[in-house]
């Protein structure tokens, strides 16, 4: 059966899902939301007001104290959320929504997308009963535990690059520890997480449990970082969001936050690697899946001088492979920019790149022909010291500079001469070398012999330095989602 579809078949779910119903309240602003491999109108979404959102944290709250949710058996939770995770693999409404809204070709957002969203919800499913304090050593006359319980309600905040992944890496923790959850999508890819919302109720989970808002970060976003009743927040996004989040928490009564924010992470690759040509298909990969906007994009290879010209000549030979194609279309690859402002802003950074004396070796160009999307050539960048914006500046697109060092430790000072610590990946067959640059590369993940994450949810991923802080995924998101209370009992 084809993935194939048309866009404008598409059923689209319009306005915030609050209390398990679709709201579109009088007198909000209307945001159009364009589909990114054409340019074309899509829908409208509006933009939340303090009442809206006061509506969905109130729905919210109350679910939390009236549904049971927070004070079932955990294997209640378990078997909802187990519901929940085949009804989104089967959907699909869900999948095209995903595709067609956002820069996920069908094909990868049913093989990835679509299965990684179900498993991250399975996963956190297994942790809800096996999760939630401890015991600790006092005297024999007396008992001290530690007692988890939920924040109530936790606001979440998600990119635009992979909405439905990051909708369930927010959602996955908060449900399974017993919170409600009120997200707000990012304006441009906002309908898979309002199908997302609709299955969730259609799975068992109560009504008002999840509620989704649309709008700006201005407006919305921040109406629900300031709003009393939120006990915790958590953002994944741009730096400079992530320190508005912290500013508006700290301000309006002082709530935790988890921020996974931006990175420019390195590739570095020693002179000794088993495989030279696997080693330019995962940095080919790390750079140019999803067009170069991900978090994690290996977008900075620092390379050992005596091989780096084959290298980079393998890493060539792969993306010429990298072809434009609607998202809708099974066959398409490769993702369109989010949009036209996004594109031009990569085109100028590459463009000053130019003038300032580097080398583009391959790119620097958009794609003709590709209608009203924003396709952007892959595009390798030599001749490039670390105070230019193609080197330190996080360009959100699939451009990879490219240096090269003679002696380990300059390779690793290299890698780490950056404000940014999200992840790293290393290339080498030389176990020692690796566990050296393991321990002095200053980032949340440091892959070896591969580059990207894996179907592991058990390992956290977050970030150091300014790439943000508290980890998703793994124990440490349960941990997060929840409120520890000390206890000491005389008896």
């Known amino acids: ?50 009442d809206t959102v006061d509506h969905a944290v109130s729905s919210a709250l109350r679910a939390a104290k009236e549904s049971g949710w927070s004070t ?78 939920p924040y109530g309600v936790i606001g979440a905040i998600t990119p635009w690059n992979f909405p439905l992944s990051m909708a369930a890496w927010k959602c996955g923790p908060a449900l399974a520890t017993g919170n409600a959850i009120v997200i707000k999508p990012s304006e441009m890819t906002p309908f898979s997480t309002v199908r997302l919302a609709e299955l969730a109720v259609l799975a068992g989970i109560p009504s008002g449990v999840l509620n989704v808002i649309h709008g700006l970060g201005a407006t919305a976003g921040a109406q629900l970082v300031a709003h009393p009743a939120v006990g915790k927040i958590s953002f994944t996004g741009s730096p400079v969001t992530g320190a508005a989040i912290m500013t508006n928490a ?22 000794k690697v088993n495989d030279l040509a696997q080693v ?53 690859r490769y993702s369109p920019i989010i949009n036209k402002p996004q594109a031009d802003k990569i085109h100028s950074i590459v463009c000053h790149a130019r003038e300032q004396g580097a080398d583009i070796l391959t790119g620097g160009t958009f794609f003709p022909e590709t209608g009203n999307g924003a396709f952007y050539r892959p595009t390798l960048i030599a001749g490039v010291t670390n105070d230019m914006d193609v080197v330190c500046r996080e360009v959100f697109g699939p451009v990879l500079t490219i240096q090269t060092f003679t002696d380990e430790d300059e390779g690793i000072a290299l890698a780490n001469d950056t404000v940014y610590g999200l992840a790293a990946g290393v ?23 591969r580059y990207g994450r894996s179907q592991d949810f058990i390992i956290p991923t977050g970030g150091f330095k300014m790439s943000g802080i508290g980890k998703d995924l793994g124990r440490a998101a349960m941990e997060a989602c929840q409120r520890y209370k000390s206890v000491l009992i005389d008896f």
């Open 280 to 332: 330019a298909n995962c940095i080919s990969g790390g750079f140019t899946g999803n067009a170069g906007q991900v978090c994690v994009a290996g977008t900075r290879l620092i390379v050992h001088k005596n091989i780096a010209d084959e290298l980079i000549e393998k890493i060539q030979q792969n993306i010429v492979r990298c072809e434009p194609g609607l998202t809708w279309n099974s066959a398409s």
């Open 1 to 50: 059966m084809t993935l194939d579809f048309t866009p404008e078949n598409v059923p689209v779910p319009v306005g915030h899902y609050i209390g398990g119903t679709l709201v579109t309240p009088a007198g909000e602003r209307e945001i159009d939301v364009n589909r990114p491999s054409d340019g074309k109108f899509f829908a409208s979404i509006p933009d939340a007001s303090a």
């Open 72 to 149: 079932c058996a955990p294997r209640e939770r378990t078997r909802a959320l187990y519901r929940w995770a085949e009804l989104i693999e089967q959907d699909v409404v869900l999948l095209q929504l995903e595709s067609a809204c956002s820069t996920r070709p069908v094909t990868l957002a049913k093989s990835g997308d679509v299965a990684s969203a179900a498993e991250t919800i399975r996963f956190f499913a297994e942790l809800a009963d096996k999760e939630g304090g401890d015991h600790f050593a006092t005297c024999h006359s007396k008992l001290g535990f530690s007692a988890a319980e």
């Open 250 to 271: 700290a301000n309006n009564g002082i709530k935790p936050v988890t921020l996974e924010l931006g990175g420019k992470s390195p590739q570095l690759v020693f002179e």
């Open 427 to 449: 290339y080498t067959r030389d176990l020692s070398q690796g566990m050296r640059a393991i321990r002095a590369i200053e980032a949340g993940t440091v892959w070896v012999n």
